[in-house]
């Protein structure tokens, strides 16, 4: 006889959470509490580097070439992130480990990537700065992952539009206060990789802390993990999933045209002639503003998106402002209206990504390879991020960074208006949005 300590744990009643009949699974606020951990060190990990540190630290090494050589390892940051996320969502899915196979991949991963940013300081050539980011890219991807697979494990569906909303908040709210943090430690740039280290170590062991991960038990006649399953976890048919694959489509076009954040920077330096120890106190001024927009849009139209049980106008309304953002920047006159036309995108894409995440989770088309699945959405978050720096160094030399702007406020439009072509909440079940959830071989 099995003890009762090691069977397999039953899954809650999620269909009758969703229609009301059944209470929430338990611990909804410490789940919640847990993504903040998680999100907040991810993107701590990621954005202080992109928005500041690398800017910095690749001008001390390169120089003149310094916009060119953040192109390249942040493209190659880019590519190696779009391959580990589904492994990372793959290797959980798959995981049996007693630690829980969310959580498993939380530590490692976060943990990982918190040692190697501690060393990003000592790099003194652009490879090894290159080399050391594709990694730290990389083990962020597989904590991201199992983050994002948590959550869909996890979090009840009628509260999936508070969830989304807090990790939109998140997005931005973790970077300010690691900006805050490296803005107190200037003139010693190896001190402030190391800050940023340890503070993606503090919100990932916090995350593991709170967090309930029982053992996942995989079955013995699940196959072998080989090289055509890895193949396959980047890969979820649009065709057999179009729904999935709308999702997919919106996700990446909003995130491209979001991607042009990381080149704030060099719009101060480059085009307003900005002195480069004044960036850091501009990009944390412009950061704090961000924030306070995503603080207004991301609780609010998460709770909105609850309550009146509808998630494409938040979506559409938040890529259509993000794109509005865009043009104000790409037609700045003077630095104070990138301030306005960065406020304006922090509200767009906040709005955006407050019912995102939780759009993203109904499209899943297995709970039994959420993680996999989701990571081939994250993608979509991904890619933009190594196919944008590669194509802005054509587009700045063409017409600037007008062109720049104003090209991704374009594909900022462009998926706003996709999101028409996925089902609202209740509405999967309407002729012309049935066939978008039948097998069609």
Not at 58 to 75: D, H, M, N
Not at 240 to 265: C, D, E, K, M
Not at 371 to 394: C, E, M, R, W, Y
């Amino acid at each position: 006889m099995i003890p009762e300590e090691v069977l397999p744990p039953t899954e809650p009643d999620l269909a009758g959470v969703a229609s009301g009949t059944a209470p929430p699974p338990p611990g909804q606020g410490r789940l919640i509490g847990a993504l903040v951990g998680t999100n907040a060190a991810g993107y701590i990990s990621v954005a202080v580097p992109m928005n500041l540190l690398l800017v910095t630290h690749l001008t001390t090494i390169a120089g003149a070439g310094a916009t060119s050589a953040f192109s390249l390892v942040t493209g190659i940051g880019g590519l190696t992130g779009l391959l580990a996320n589904p492994l990372g969502g793959r290797l959980s899915d798959r995981t049996a480990a007693r630690f829980g196979r969310r959580r498993t991949w939380i530590l490692t991963g976060g943990l990982g990537a918190a040692i190697l940013l501690m060393t990003m300081g000592l790099t003194t050539q652009v490879w090894q700065v290159a080399v050391g980011w594709a990694l730290i890219t990389a083990l962020v991807m597989f904590q991201l992952a199992a983050s994002a697979a948590l959550a869909a494990d996890q979090v009840a569906p009628e509260r999936r539009g508070t969830a989304s909303g807090v990790v939109a908040f998140v997005a931005l709210a973790g970077p300010v206060l690691g900006f805050a943090v490296v803005s107190a430690v200037p003139g010693v740039p190896w001190l402030q990789w190391v800050v940023v280290g340890v503070m993606s170590a503090a919100g990932v062991l916090v995350t593991v802390l709170l967090v309930r991960d029982p053992r996942h038990w995989v079955p013995d006649d699940e196959p072998r993990l080989s090289l055509a399953i890895v193949l396959r976890s980047y890969w979820v048919s649009p065709r057999r999933h179009p729904a999935f694959g709308w999702a997919w489509v919106v996700r990446f076009l909003i995130t491209a045209a979001w991607a042009s954040n990381s080149y704030l920077a060099f719009v101060f330096t480059q085009r307003f002639a900005v002195s480069a120890d004044a960036v850091p106190g501009m990009i944390f001024l412009l950061t704090l503003v961000g924030v306070a927009c995503v603080a207004v849009t991301a609780w609010l139209t998460g709770w909105l998106s609850d309550k009146l049980r509808r998630q494409k106008p938040f979506v559409l309304a938040g890529g259509l402002v993000l794109a509005a953002g865009l043009a104000v920047v790409a037609l700045s006159p003077d630095v104070w209206v990138v301030y306005v036309g960065s406020a304006i995108m922090s509200l767009g894409y906040g709005t955006f990504l407050a019912t995102d995440f939780a759009l993203c989770l109904r499209m899943l088309p297995d709970p039994e390879s959420a993680g996999k699945d989701f990571a081939v959405l994250n993608i979509a978050s991904t890619l933009p991020v190594a196919v944008v720096p590669f194509v802005a160094p054509a587009l700045l030399s063409v017409g600037g960074f007008a062109a720049l702007f104003g090209c991704l406020a374009v594909l900022g439009v462009a998926g706003a208006v996709s999101v028409l072509r996925v089902p609202d909440i209740g509405q999967e079940g309407q002729p012309r949005f049935a066939a978008m959830y039948r097998d069609v071989g």
